[in-house]
């Protein structure tokens, strides 16, 4: 029998989301090395981070939801890059899959849907931080333009190893002349 074809929505990400996305993020704190969080998080504790990516700005917060199921499929997001005022046309993105829509499209998806919202912005670069080794991640972000720029070697500790984190940058937009 053939498989049949996801029908994913990409939205804004709402409260009625958080529990979901909560549980989402906990896997690859968990599981991973992906983030460097080493504790789960309540869905209470992840609330100050839901709001911080209002629907509209460069901060957002983008989730795909399986249309028949509405189960999330996972997220992608644009945050501050650093907290100095200088930084503010910069964001920092990343994209979460489910475990189980890994490998769909739906990180493709997602960013697609989240560059499109950004545009128009007054932004001029996103940065990605990509725990190493992840050749998914790092395919996914030369998909979309990021050069890598550098690598922080050994600068995080989790599961008693230490990890490099590559830094890819991507251009958003030209600064007016």
């Keep these: 029998m053939p498989q049949q074809r996801t029908e994913v929505q990409v939205s804004a990400g709402t409260e009625a ?11 690859y704190v968990r599981e991973t090395a992906i983030t460097f969080d080493t504790a789960a998080f309540t869905p209470e504790q992840r ?29 992608a997001t644009s945050g501050p890059f650093r907290p100095k005022a200088a930084y503010s046309t910069s964001v920092e993105v990343s994209v979460y899959c489910a475990p189980e829509a890994a490998g769909r499209g739906i990180g493709t998806l997602l960013y697609t849907s989240l560059f499109e919202a950004l545009d128009g912005e007054d932004l001029h670069r996103a940065y990605a931080g990509i725990a190493l080794p ?13 050069r890598h720029v550098g690598t922080y070697e050994q600068v995080g500790r989790k599961f008693g190893k230490y990890w490099d984190v590559a830094w890819h940058e ?4 030209r600064l007016d002349q």
Excluded: C, M, Q
């Design 170 to 173: 991507k251009e958003l937009g």
């Design 17 to 27: 989301d958080l529990e979901a996305l909560t549980e989402l993020y906990n896997h």
């Design 134 to 146: 992840n050749e998914a991640s790092a395919r996914l972000h030369a998909r979309f333009g990021f």
């Design 47 to 75: 609330r100050p981070w839901l709001h911080s990516h209002p629907e509209d700005g460069p901060h957002r917060l983008l989730v795909a939801r399986d249309v028949r199921s509405a189960l999330i499929l996972g997220y």
